[in-house]
């Protein structure tokens, strides 16, 4: 799962070239044309993990174009899908390698696929192995079937924290945009200290929303990410009041700092949903048509009281 | 999913149960387990669990399921949104 997630957001950039492989039909070990074909994406570090767990075996790979991002996210944005699978078997002359009709797919994959359609144009029927690339062997060994383990999702501490490092460099952007506006302003009405404070704040409520909401997920109480993110950004708020000698703030920023770091953490817990493999997006849409507005609010008043607050001093 | 669990009663997956012929393809590829077959046919046995990512109705043969799937990511859903309205969105990070 870790490796299916962890391109969620391939688009960072950073040497995505190293990420690819050519698609097309390889073998593993030496297959014979009775042999399984197992399809799978070129997204690089899936490929490698595939290979490595087959290593031993004799079985053709199949890997499509999904443009070096993996099975999951690929099959959500169509790449992994009925028209590249049905492009890559005619291309790679399958129905001449192998004496059967069958392709052997991860379930993952499955929303980007009609496996009724591929068997349509290709006459190859599709069989929907496992969700997790170490569970091929013992799938191989079983007859070819799938146990219940093998279609059961895990969203483990690990493959939670995997998901962070690229979630903080898709926003760094924005980091130093909102980042910089907001030093700035507290540097012109109250000065470097204060200042600097503020921007320590923000990126820790950013932090806090963006790293310590998704790893501490499950023992964060509710269902709702917004809410999830709000109660940790609070936590911080009450660590940052204490570490930052908030006792001397005047109490319009006290307030504020309580109200805009819960409110920036509950976002960036909510945008999190999109890595994660159990929430839906109807789901999301509800948190969103209630969150933002409070977020919102409280962003405003916030920023109200911390001008107020620096004003009257 | 063991362990995680999302807002209850907001999925969109409808099944139209007198178009099923039992075939099991979605019981196949769904990893919440959202459907189970009884005497042949399809029936969803909790909804709830389903994170509408589309599997089932794109591999269902008949055309049985409907299910709104999509992007999932708050930033994925506002450009979205901005693109309904027709304004430009802020680019940003997005999955979309
Ligand atoms: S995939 Fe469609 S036809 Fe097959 S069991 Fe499910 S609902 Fe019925
Ligand atoms: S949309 Fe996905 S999660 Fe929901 S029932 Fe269908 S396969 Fe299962």
Redesign the interface.
């Known amino acids: 799962m870790s490796d299916h997630l962890g391109a969620?957001?391939a688009?960072w950039g950073i040497n995505r070239m190293d990420f690819l492989v050519p698609p097309g039909l390889y073998a593993i070990g030496t297959p014979t044309p009775e042999a399984p074909v197992l399809v799978t994406a070129n997204y690089k570090m899936t490929y490698d993990l595939v290979r490595r767990v087959l290593a031993g075996r004799n079985v053709w790979l199949l890997v499509l174009e999904t443009f070096g991002i993996n099975v999951w996210?690929a099959?959500?944005k169509g790449t992994f899908g009925t028209g590249e699978l049905v492009r890559r078997v005619a291309e790679s002359g399958l129905a001449k390698v192998v004496t059967h009709r069958r392709v052997t797919l991860p379930?993952?994959g499955?929303?980007?696929?009609?496996?009724?359609e591929v068997l349509k144009q290709t006459g190859f029927s599709v069989r929907?192995a496992t969700?997790r690339a170490e569970d091929l062997p013992e799938y191989l060994d079983n007859g070819e079937r799938?146990t219940p383990a093998m279609?059961?999702?895990?969203?483990t501490m690990y493959e939670r924290l995997v998901l962070v490092p690229v979630?903080i460099v898709?926003?760094l952007?924005?980091l130093l945009v909102l980042g910089g506006g907001l030093y700035l302003a507290a540097l012109i009405l109250a000065g470097s200290s204060a200042a600097l404070t503020a921007l320590l704040g923000y990126l820790g409520a950013v932090f806090t929303g963006i790293a310590l909401g998704p790893v501490l997920?499950?023992f964060i109480p509710g269902?709702?990410f917004a809410v999830k993110g709000a109660l940790a950004g609070l936590a911080f708020s009450a660590v940052f009041y204490a570490v930052a000698g908030g006792a001397l703030w005047s109490w319009p920023v006290q307030l504020a700092s309580f109200l805009a770091f819960p409110a920036v953490s509950s976002?960036y817990t909510?945008?999190?949903?999109?890595?994660?493999?159990?929430?839906?997006?109807?789901?999301?849409?509800?948190?969103?048509r209630l969150s933002l507005p409070v977020l919102g609010g409280a962003l405003v008043a916030s920023l109200c009281l911390a001008l107020v607050g620096t004003l009257v001093k | 999913?063991?362990?995680?669990?999302?807002?209850?009663n907001?999925?969109?997956l409808e099944l139209d149960q007198g178009r099923c012929i039992g075939c099991g393809?979605c019981l196949?590829?769904c990893?919440?387990?959202v459907f189970v077959l009884e005497a042949r046919r399809a029936c969803i046995g909790d909804r709830d669990?389903?994170?509408?990512?589309?599997?089932c109705a794109?591999?269902c043969?008949v055309d049985a399921i409907s299910v709104?799937?999509?992007?999932?990511?708050?930033?994925?859903?506002?450009n979205e949104w901005l693109r309904e309205k027709k304004i430009p969105g802020l680019g940003?990070?997005?999955?979309g």
């Open positions: 969620c957001k688009r996210c099959a959500g379930i993952l499955a929303p980007g696929i009609a496996a009724h929907y969700i799938t279609r059961e999702l895990s969203f979630e898709l926003v952007k924005t997920l499950p269902r709702s976002f909510l945008n999190f949903t999109g890595c994660t493999t159990y929430t839906s997006r109807s789901g999301v849409k509800k948190e969103m | 999913m063991k362990g995680f669990r999302y807002l209850s907001v999925a969109t393809r196949e590829v990893p919440h387990q669990a389903c994170m509408e990512c589309g599997a794109g591999n043969p709104d799937s999509g992007v999932g990511c708050a930033t994925g859903i506002i940003g990070g997005s999955c």
